[in-house]
């Protein structure tokens, strides 16, 4: 980093200059805009000179084989090549995220009428949710480019992976919530001893306030403000990995949850790399977002065939899906008619029972998120936007211990028995109704 100051609202040196030295990260050649193209160099930006349009990574890809992938880490590490990262990241201190598993969901495809359903459990990353993806990602290219501290504005999973990656690299972080999270992700967020301030407001007050201490605080590393373009291509690694635990295949059809949109975004983007790069076969895929009825403001510009996302004010109990204002919004209505997919949304008592029913149906707890994409799936089967007989996977993006008390009042814990036989009868507990 340079000790250059950069204006609040904007990611440029005061003097109108770039920051010299362009960091080194591995095949990553720039910058781009995603609205009019231009291109730049790298460094900690985020928006356009010329039109304030959000900026991308550029690369010049090496040639790649699935041996040498298949030959890397047992983590995102394996495909450094295809990220933002120096070459050496393997060998650094980080949460090594990624390589969770891939479930062939026999149970849940039964329940839905599914022939083929696969969900990816992306709960099973170091701090239980695929923040940890993007996260590492976003340090890397930090600390490549000087910055001394990691912070970030958060719905809560991402508090908990800048936290946990801030200490495993040993050096300082700053995490900024909205004060009323879950206490859940806000005790696993704060045991990781960095700074933590949880702020009287919504998600969208407290990502605010972190774009004006960007501007203040020019070696701080907000992982989804000044380093952004680095750490949203982390989310590329879960449509990387689909596709190699599929065999080097694609699926038919994705279903994913939408806060920022960000993920749904680059998960098409790794397919997309991956035809590119001829590691899997060219093929049609259909790219389905899932929100919360509570903050929907992605799925109502896609139910209204609009272009532009208009903000709402979330209410919802899925919290780590509540941003009012997200930031990939338009670009995720451009994948989704681009892959003839849609966006839907659930209410609150439609999430908690598609987390029952996956929990039941599967063996898996997935967080509010989980609920909301699980809901989203059967909504669209019932609609028959979604082919049941198409292969489809899911992406449970988090941990349902995290947020216990989306299910508490939902679920049934039975009264305490005494130790005896008679009791267990009494109770009704070998009953038939148990079979
Ligand atoms: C569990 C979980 N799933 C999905 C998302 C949505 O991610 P994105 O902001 O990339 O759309 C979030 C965002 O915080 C999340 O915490
Ligand atoms: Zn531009």
Redesign the pocket.
């Known amino acids: 980093m340079t000790s250059q100051s950069f204006p609040v609202g904007t990611n440029q040196p005061a003097d109108g200059t770039r920051a010299p030295g362009a960091p080194r990260l591995g095949n990553a050649t720039g910058l781009s805009c995603r609205e009019c193209g231009k291109t730049t160099e790298l460094g900690p930006y985020y928006a356009c000179e010329d039109c304030f349009g959000p900026l991308e990574v550029r690369y010049d890809f090496p040639r790649l084989t699935r041996a040498d992938i298949q030959a890397g880490p047992q983590n995102i590490w394996r495909y450094a090549p295809l990220l933002p990262v120096p070459a050496d990241i393997a060998s650094r201190p980080t949460t090594e995220p990624g390589c969770t598993r891939l479930v062939r969901a026999d149970g849940l495809a039964a329940e839905l009428g599914m022939r083929r359903l696969w969900i990816k459990d992306d709960s099973g990353n170091p701090t239980h ?3 940890d993806r993007v996260v590492a990602v976003a340090l890397a290219a930090a600390t490549q480019m000087g910055f001394k501290v990691l912070a970030c504005p958060s ?4 508090a908990n992976a800048v936290a946990a990656a801030a200490a495993r690299a040993g050096i300082r972080s700053v995490v900024m919530v909205p004060a009323n999270l879950e206490g859940q992700k806000i005790l696993t967020t704060a045991v990781y001893g960095g700074t933590f301030v949880t702020v009287d407001g919504t998600y969208d007050d407290v990502n605010r306030l972190a774009s004006e201490l960007a501007g203040e605080h020019d070696d701080w590393a907000f992982v989804n403000v000044n380093v952004r373009p680095y750490y949203a291509e982390g ?1 590329k690694t879960l449509g990387f990995e689909i596709a190699e635990q599929l065999g080097w295949r694609l699926p038919d059809q994705v279903v994913v ?8 975004v680059k998960i098409d983007k790794g397919f997309t790399e991956l035809i590119t790069l001829g590691l899997v076969d060219d093929k049609p895929w259909r790219v389905f977002g899932a929100q919360a009825t509570g903050c929907a403001p992605v799925s109502e510009a896609f139910a209204n065939g609009w272009d532009v996302v208009r903000p709402v004010k979330p209410s919802t109990i899925a919290k ?2 509540a ?1 009012g204002n997200p930031a ?1 919004g338009p670009y995720v209505l451009d994948v989704v008619r681009r892959t003839g997919g849609a966006v839907a949304d659930v209410s609150d008592p439609e999430m908690v029972d598609s987390i029952k029913l996956l929990a039941r149906s599967q063996g898996i707890f997935g ?1 509010t ?1 989980g609920g909301v994409t699980v809901g989203v799936l059967r909504k669209l089967l019932a609609s028959g936007q979604l082919d049941p007989e198409a292969e489809t996977v899911i992406i449970n ?2 941990d349902g211990l995290k947020t216990l008390d989306a299910v508490a009042p939902a679920v049934n814990v039975p009264a305490a028995i005494k130790p005896t036989l008679e009791a267990f009868q009494a109770a009704g507990f070998d009953g038939a109704d148990l079979s």
């Open positions: 949710s695929f923040k719905t809560g999973n991402l989310s949850p939408i806060a920022s949109g960000a993920q749904l780590s899906l941003i990939d967080e998120a993006s988090g």
